[in-house]
């Protein structure tokens, strides 16, 4: 069975992801921002931003009785997440059927810009 504090411990150690808050139906991670972070252009890059809002979008999902796995993912960049020193990313569960679970995502700069959304789709699976 998965243990969601220590899914979320090895989270943090190994992406840097902290959760400021999980809750039925609800994730709130930060990410502060590094150089490893950023494209050519020293904007936080697009992979970086989708792996926060997937990262959350699952801690969000398995933190619910039922488990399971990205099965769809799509996100809109909405401006450039540059000159910030952090992202927070909040991911709501927002439809829980029998197989698939739907997972909206917002991801905002250290001035409460929205830089990007997302929509996640999660498969439940046997665990």
Known sequence: MIDIKEAVENIRRHTGIHFLKIEKMYAESELFI??????????VGGGCLYNLADITAGVAYNNQVDK???ANGTIDYLRAAKDTEKLICKATIIKKGAKLGFVQ????DDKGKLVAK???IFCKIDA
């Open 34 to 43: 590094k150089q490893e972070h950023l494209n050519m252009f020293q904007m």
């Open 68 to 70: 399971g796995v990205t």
């Open 105 to 108: 995502t917002e991801i905002e």
């Open 118 to 120: 997302g929509n996640f």
